[in-house]
C-alpha cells in the first residue's frame, strides 16, 4: 500500500551559504531537491514552504536571540566558530522553522500522515539563546511547541544525527510533555549527551541519551532503538512524532566515524514509522539535520521516503558490536528510575 507523504521544500533554502569549503554546503540540498525531482517517489508531493511567524519562533527563542537572527538579515556575518550567513540565510532559516510549522499542521489536521522537512540550515544544536553548530533557529523544537500550542501532551522527539542534539535538549530538559531521544557518536562535538543527562525537574526521565563509541554500524544503531527506545516508546504512547534525521552516521560521512548504511537508516526510519502506526496514529515527521556525503545523503533520503510511503524496510539484523552492548547496559542504569527497560 503507497501512503501520502509530504516533502517540505523551499528553493531559497538552497541558497543559505556559509562560506567556501563549509561542509553544510548548498549542494546538499540542491542534490536532494533535484533527485526527488527528477526521480520522483510514488506517493510524494512536494509543498513549498511558508516562513515562521515571529510568534511560532518565540515559543523556543528568547528575543534577544531572534533580533541576533535578525541583524543578520541580507548579509553576510558570522555568528559563531562554525556558523555564519550569506544574504539569504536568515530568509531559509525562517523557511527551514515554517515549513516545521506547517507539517505539524498538515499531520494533525489529517491533510498527511507523514511528511519530510527538507530544509536548511539545520536546526538541533540551536538553543533558546544562542546559535550553535551551522544552526540558526532549532526547526524541529520550534515544530513540537506548534504541536504543544495545539494541545498535543506526549511528543516524541527521535536524534539520530550522529552529533548531540544539545538544542533541542536545552530546549525541553524539565518538560515532560516532550521526550527526547538522542543517540550520538561521544566523545564528539558538542560534548553533551552523557547518559547522566535524563532531564531536570519535572522533566526528569523525559531525556534519554544514549552515546556510543566511534564505529557503530546498521546493528549496533538497530539494537540500541530496539532496546531502549522501543520500550521507553511503548511505555510513554506518543501522540505525535518527530525525527531529528541527521544522516552523518553514514560510512562515507566526512564528519562522522561512524558505519551506518542506507538500508540502516531505512529500518532505523521503519522502527519510527512502526512506533507511530501503533501509537500516534501514524503521525511521524523528518527533518533534515546533518550528513555531509552528497551521495550517502542522497541515498539514506530516498531510502527513508520509500519507507514513509510504504515500502517494506530491509530489515538489518539488530546486533551489536562490544561498544553498542556496554551503551545500552548504560542507557538501562541512567534509566532505570523512570523507565523498565
Ligand atoms: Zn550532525
Same mark, same amino acid.
Given at each position: 500500500?503507497?501512503?501520502?507523504?509530504?516533502?517540505?521544500?523551499?528553493?531559497?533554502?538552497?541558497?543559505?551559504?556559509?562560506?567556501?569549503?563549509?561542509?553544510?554546503?548548498?549542494?546538499?540540498?540542491?542534490?536532494?531537491?533535484?533527485?526527488?525531482?527528477?526521480?520522483?517517489?510514488?506517493?510524494?508531493?512536494?509543498?513549498?514552504?511558508?516562513?515562521?511567524?515571529?510568534?511560532?519562533?518565540?515559543?523556543?527563542?528568547?528575543?534577544?536571540?531572534?533580533?541576533?537572527?535578525?541583524?543578520?538579515?541580507?548579509?553576510?556575518?558570522?555568528?559563531?566558530?562554525?556558523?555564519?550567513?550569506?544574504?539569504?540565510?536568515?530568509?531559509?532559516?525562517?523557511?527551514?522553522?515554517?515549513?516545521?510549522?506547517?507539517?505539524?499542521?498538515?499531520?494533525?489536521?489529517?491533510?498527511?500522515?507523514?511528511?519530510?522537512?527538507?530544509?536548511?540550515?539545520?536546526?538541533?544544536?540551536?538553543?533558546?539563546?544562542? =546559535?550553535?553548530?551551522?544552526?540558526?533557529?532549532?526547526?524541529?523544537? =520550534?515544530?513540537?511547541?506548534?504541536?504543544?500550542?495545539?494541545?498535543?501532551?506526549?511528543?516524541?522527539?527521535?536524534?539520530?544525527?550522529?552529533?548531540?542534539?544539545?538544542?533541542?535538549?536545552?530546549?525541553?530538559?524539565?518538560?515532560?510533555?516532550?521526550?527526547?531521544?538522542?543517540?550520538?557518536?561521544?566523545?564528539?562535538?558538542?560534548?553533551?549527551?552523557?547518559?547522566?543527562?535524563?532531564?531536570?525537574?519535572?522533566?526528569?526521565?523525559?531525556?534519554?541519551?544514549?552515546?556510543?563509541?566511534?564505529?557503530?554500524?546498521?546493528?549496533?544503531?538497530?539494537?540500541?532503538?530496539?532496546?531502549?527506545?522501543?520500550?521507553?516508546?511503548?511505555?510513554?504512547?506518543?501522540?505525535?512524532?518527530?525525527?531529528?534525521?541527521?544522516?552523518?552516521?553514514?560510512?562515507?560521512?566526512?564528519?562522522?566515524?561512524?558505519?551506518?548504511?542506507?538500508?540502516?537508516?531505512? %529500518?532505523?526510519?521503519?522502527?519510527?514509522?512502526?512506533?507511530?502506526?501503533?501509537?500516534?496514529?501514524?503521525?511521524?515527521?523528518?527533518?533534515?539535520?546533518?550528513?555531509?556525503?552528497?551521495?550517502?545523503?542522497?541515498?539514506?533520503?530516498?531510502?527513508?521516503?520509500?519507507?514513509?510511503?510504504?515500502?517494506?524496510?530491509?530489515?538489518?539484523?539488530?546486533?551489536?558490536?562490544?561498544?553498542? %552492548?556496554?551503551?545500552?547496559?548504560?542507557?538501562?542504569?541512567?534509566?532505570?528510575?523512570?523507565?523498565?527497560?
Amino acid at each position: 500500500m503507497t501512503l501520502d507523504t509530504r516533502l517540505y521544500i523551499h528553493p531559497t533554502m538552497t541558497l543559505h551559504d556559509p562560506g567556501h569549503g563549509h561542509p553544510e554546503s548548498p549542494q546538499r540540498l540542491k542534490t536532494l531537491y533535484q533527485s526527488l525531482e527528477e526521480s520522483p517517489i510514488s506517493g510524494t508531493a512536494f509543498v513549498q514552504a511558508t516562513p515562521a511567524s515571529k510568534e511560532a519562533i518565540a515559543r523556543i527563542h528568547q528575543e534577544h536571540h531572534i533580533q541576533h537572527i535578525e541583524e543578520a538579515r541580507g548579509r553576510q556575518s558570522s555568528l559563531d566558530a562554525d556558523t555564519s550567513t550569506s544574504e539569504k540565510s536568515v530568509e531559509a532559516a525562517y523557511l527551514a522553522a515554517g515549513a516545521g510549522v506547517q507539517v505539524i499542521d498538515d499531520l494533525l489536521s489529517g491533510q498527511t500522515k507523514t511528511g519530510f522537512v527538507l530544509s536548511r540550515p539545520p536546526g538541533h544544536h540551536a538553543e533558546a539563546d544562542r =546559535v550553535m553548530g551551522f544552526c540558526l533557529f532549532n526547526t524541529i523544537a =520550534v515544530a513540537a511547541a506548534q504541536a504543544r500550542s495545539k494541545g498535543i501532551e506526549r511528543i516524541l522527539i527521535v536524534d539520530w544525527d550522529v552529533h548531540h542534539g544539545n538544542g533541542t535538549q536545552h530546549s525541553f530538559y524539565e518538560d515532560p510533555y516532550v521526550l527526547v531521544f538522542n543517540t550520538h557518536q561521544f566523545p564528539f562535538y558538542p560534548g553533551t549527551g552523557r547518559h547522566s543527562e535524563v532531564g531536570g525537574g519535572d522533566g526528569r526521565g523525559f531525556t534519554v541519551n544514549c552515546p556510543l563509541p566511534a564505529g557503530m554500524a546498521d546493528g549496533d544503531y538497530l539494537k540500541v532503538f530496539e532496546e531502549v527506545l522501543v520500550p521507553v516508546a511503548e511505555s510513554y504512547k506518543p501522540q505525535l512524532i518527530l525525527v531529528s534525521a541527521g544522516f552523518d552516521a553514514h560510512i562515507r560521512d566526512p564528519l562522522g566515524a561512524m558505519n551506518v548504511s542506507e538500508d540502516g537508516y531505512a %529500518d532505523l526510519c521503519g522502527m519510527v514509522l512502526n512506533l507511530a502506526q501503533r501509537f500516534s496514529d501514524g503521525r511521524l515527521a523528518l527533518f533534515l539535520e546533518g550528513g555531509y556525503d552528497l551521495q550517502g545523503l542522497e541515498k539514506s533520503v530516498r531510502s527513508c521516503i520509500q519507507v514513509l510511503t510504504g515500502k517494506t524496510p530491509p530489515q538489518i539484523k539488530a546486533s551489536a558490536q562490544k561498544g553498542g %552492548d556496554k551503551a545500552i547496559e548504560f542507557a538501562r542504569a541512567a534509566q532505570a528510575p523512570y523507565w523498565s527497560l
